[in-house]
């Protein structure tokens, strides 16, 4: 049996299926419609009661949600991909940090920005209030990684996970033309980050 990875085209579960391709590992993707995600979701419910991308079955059928603890895992699986420096690196607890800060900061402003009406039912215009706020305080955090990012990747060199986030995170709001130009390291690294062959043909697939 392979790993399995449910998926939904253009979100973040192509933070894992990236991951994959890097390490050249099969993986057998099952698409699920944004529109299906969710705490109703008929297809994922019984993998994710949130309803939510990305959920990796492995080989043996555990489940596994939350993009950072299938990307780590996978780091322990597959050591020669190099998606992160290794326990002792110097640039470990940097790479730590910067994970956490990702996944632990800016990823809810996505949760909570991206389906006001999950939040808050009935209240359109405190929905869109909910989305910009989101939205303004998102750009804060990716001026503050602006700061510490080194080239030609966030840790300087090798690539890690953390490049992987940023090429995603570069098509979602406040999108690729803010980046350029508000957060040019930041934005560098997406670049760098698309002209990799198996980003590539990850793009491709998720219609990017």
Known sequence: MTYKLYAS???????????????????EIVDIDWEETGWGSEALKT???LGQVPVLVL???????ESAAILMHLTEIAPHADLAPPPG??????????LQFLVGAVYPTFTYGDRPERWLPGHESAGEALTHAN????KSLYRH?????AAPY??????????????????????????ARETPKLHAIAEAMRREAWIASVAQRNGL
Do not use: Q
């Open 154 to 179: 966030f840790l300087g060199a090798p690539m890690s996970l953390i490049d992987i986030y940023l090429w995603a995170m570069n098509h979602w709001r406040p999108r690729r033309e803010w980046f």
């Open 47 to 49: 993998l994710n009661p």
């Open 89 to 98: 690196d110097p640039s470990r607890p940097h790479f730590l940090r910067w």
């Open 135 to 138: 939205i303004e305080h998102r």
């Open 145 to 149: 990684m602006e700061a510490h990012a």
């Open 9 to 27: 085209p253009g979100c973040g579960s192509m933070l894992v299926e990236a991951a994959f391709a890097k390490a050249a590992m099969p993986l």
């Open 59 to 65: 080989p043996d059928g555990a489940v596994m949600t």
